[in-house]
């Protein structure tokens, strides 16, 4: 694994030779050794397609590449981090919400429509989360943003799990999202601003929800 938690709100990585890192730009605090940062314009592994997804639906962020012998400190806006390590399934994840990823995933761009066709898309819309959605896929460990912490919920067949879409960060594993409404669901038990929608998930894997509704 390449990240190791610092604290609640900064993780060192090991930059090794032959081997890179991306970080969101800016995300970097300290680091020792012979290290390098460049502008990665092609959106991480992805390359040219994941970039043109995103320019789509204007909402690339700008990463960067980091190589060469050393470690690294990253860290952004005093925010929690997360680590989340992948063993061949795939994590879906804003892309405001990455901090950091190992260059052995393959990053990608799925359209929010494909899942859960229209309810996909107004779901993007009403969250404020956009039509496009960044996949990272593969073997390797993925540093996400939140605020408040991030705590982990197991979904399970049969047992869909239900989260107010301002508070979800990032989800994994054989799972379908659908964006369903409850009126008055978000007044009477929710912290949210009147919009009575929530997001079910259900299959197999698990979602990740900070302790906030606020918006990174």
Known sequence: MAFTEINSKMI?????????LFSQRGAMLAYKGDV????????????????????VANEATPLMTVEGSGTVMFGHGGHHIQ???????TLYVEADRLLAFEGTLQQGTMFMGSQGGVMGMVR???????????????????AVMAHGGVFEV?????????VDPQAYVAHHGDVRNKLSTALGWRDMVGRGS??????????????????SEEKL
């Open 12 to 20: 060192q990585a090991t930059v090794m030779p032959g081997q890179r």
């Open 36 to 55: 390098s940062f460049t502008l990665n314009i092609q959106g991480g592994q992805g390359g040219v397609m994941s970039m043109l997804g995103r320019r």
């Open 83 to 89: 680590i989340i390590n992948l063993t061949g399934d």
């Open 124 to 142: 993007g819309q009403v969250t404020g989360q956009g039509l496009f959605t960044t996949t990272l896929q593969g073997q390797g460990s993925v």
């Open 154 to 162: 197991p979904i399970t067949p049969g047992r869909p799990v239900h």
């Open 194 to 211: 009147g919009e009575a929608f929530q997001l079910e998930l259900s299959g197999n894997g698990a979602v990740y929800v900070q302790a």
